[in-house]
């Protein structure tokens, strides 16, 4: 049986990665995701399961060591954040051509400069095309569910691929929530033991991360490409598979009230939680607004966005991050690309939001709603807006 | 020596680029790089073996006679073995 606890967000995906018997962890520890990296380090240390915790001196080095240990079949998991994530990004790419099923969790914190701790997703956004499957936590529950389900899709026969498990820095790592911790046999029947592809034994040589020039580097990435687009269908099945066992359903799109609505926003993240308030909010004053909660980044979920947008007259899209000199938010971008080739889509607004830390409360989200609903399907001078910034 | 033999099509890509066969590097024609090739006087060859040591390819060996040549398979015409070489036995020539 789970059992229901209140415990420290950071503090439960290291204790989901120990459900999922991890047997090596390799971290190196970065304000907000300190906290998993010592409890991991803890929980080996304690002995509670037979892991191995490798001190590295860097992220780039925690990578590095995550993607060695994996290729030698053991299940491996790291988390990281902000400049961690940025100095890890090289090896990424290697990660996911090398089809090591590693798990990350990402405690997402803005980047430098200025020098910033505080959350927004300007450290994930810049990994997007690392191919690895990214996921969105919205709360506590969500960051233990995704952390085992993302052994369970990276390491699958079809799919092999790293995942990264996105929770907000402060805002979820360091929340104290009440959830439902998942019994560890349940966890063994959700999660057999990995069984890996291909592995580095001096029993059986064989060569990983090799040369490919232009006679065959395009095959190979069209390879990495199709795995990806692939392994929706693997993320699919995994979430009715955890719904048909814990009995909490799992969507790349998630609606909130969204029968009826005008008005849509789409959030990523913790901010879903504020916003779905906020739609209460609206309701209530009749203004037709639903709220739509991004959970799988990539592979991108293009037919349930086309799906979840049908009807809807305005969509506003909100960004934890900035494309400088670009589209706006990286996330709109991809939404407008996505929805330019179907015949009647909404009027798509932009709305960048709580970067690096700055609050976003309800009334904050019913403002930016009420504006769109104002201005109904009127063009906006600018493709998108840095909301509440301080102008002259 | 095995032909050459990349996958034929993206679904034929290992997953990972897994090499399964050991040794399979030696398929690699580095030798396709090269501008220039190294030619060896054995009237001015002393047979040190500084050639065969420094080479970086390791494509340099030794005859039955005692006298050094690069395999042209792999030699990338660096000309590492020509600058070395102190009794200025080996020559790099254009490739035809
Ligand atoms: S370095 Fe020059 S002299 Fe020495 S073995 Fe090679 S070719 Fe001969
Ligand atoms: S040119 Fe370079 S690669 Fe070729 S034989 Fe000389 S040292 Fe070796």
């Known amino acids: ?392 | 020596m095995a032909a050459k033999k990349w996958p034929e099509n993206w679904q034929n890509v290992n997953r990972g680029c897994v090499v399964f066969r050991p040794g399979s590097a030696g398929d690699y024609h580095t030798g396709s790089w090269r501008a220039q090739q190294p030619v060896w006087d054995n009237v001015k060859c002393i047979k040190c073996g500084l050639c065969y040591i420094v080479c970086p390819e390791g494509c340099i060996s030794e005859g039955s006679d005692g006298y050094y040549s690069a395999d042209l398979d792999y030699c990338k015409g660096c000309g590492i073995c020509t600058h070395e070489c102190w009794p200025r036995a080996i020559k790099m020539v254009e490739e035809g």
Request: charged share 25%; hydrophobic share 45%; glycine share 8%.
């Open chain 1, 1 to 392: 049986m789970s059992k229901r606890i209140g415990i420290e967000v950071a503090v439960a995906a290291a204790e989901a990665a120990a459900l999922c018997r991890f047997d090596v962890a390799a971290v190196y520890p970065i304000t907000p995701q300190s906290h998993v990296a010592e409890h991991l380090s803890n929980i080996v240390a304690d002995g509670r399961i037979d892991a191995e915790f490798i001190t590295v001196e860097s992220e780039h080095s925690a990578m590095s060591a995550a993607m060695g240990a994996s290729a030698t079949g053991a299940r491996v998991v790291t988390a990281t954040s902000s400049q961690g994530l940025m100095y890890m990004h090289e090896v990424l790419p290697i990660a996911s051509a090398m089809r090591l099923p590693i798990v990350m969790a990402i405690a997402n914190r803005a980047v430098s400069g200025p020098l910033n701790i505080l959350n927004d997703h300007s450290d994930i956004m810049p990994q997007r095309d690392s191919g690895w499957i990214s996921l969105f936590a919205e709360n506590g529950q969500e960051v233990v569910d995704m952390m085992i389900q993302a052994f369970k899709i990276a390491e699958h026969r079809d799919v092999q691929l790293p995942v990264n498990v996105n929770i907000d820095g402060f805002q979820l790592t360091h929340m104290v929530e009440p959830l439902e911790m998942p019994d560890q046999k349940e966890v063994d029947k959700f999660l057999p033991p990995y069984k890996p592809y291909a592995t580095l034994h001096p029993d059986k040589p064989v060569s990983m991360g090799t040369f490919a020039m232009n006679d065959v580097y395009t095959e190979v990435m069209k390879a990495k490409d199709a795995a990806l687009v692939n392994s929706k269908e693997v993320i699919l099945a995994v979430w009715k598979e955890w719904e048909k066992r814990f009995g909490r359903a799992y969507e790349p799109i998630e609606g909130y009230r969204v029968k009826g609505a005008e008005i849509l926003m789409l959030t990523m993240g913790s901010m879903g939680e504020t916003a779905a308030v906020a739609i209460d909010e609206l309701r209530k004053k009749g203004i037709p607004a639903g709220l739509l909660k991004m959970k799988l980044w990539r592979p991108f979920p293009f037919d349930e966005l086309k799906k979840a947008v049908k009807g809807a007259k305005t969509l506003i899209v909100t960004d934890r991050a900035v494309s400088f000199g670009g589209p706006g938010g990286p996330v709109a971008g991809e939404v407008r690309s996505a929805l330019y080739d179907q015949p009647t889509r909404p009027a798509i607004i932009n709305e960048i939001i709580g970067l690096g830390g700055r609050d976003m409360m309800v009334e904050h989200f019913m403002e930016i709603v009420m504006k769109a609903a104002k201005a109904g399907r009127k063009k906006r001078k600018e493709a998108y807006e840095f909301y509440g910034v301080r102008e002259a």
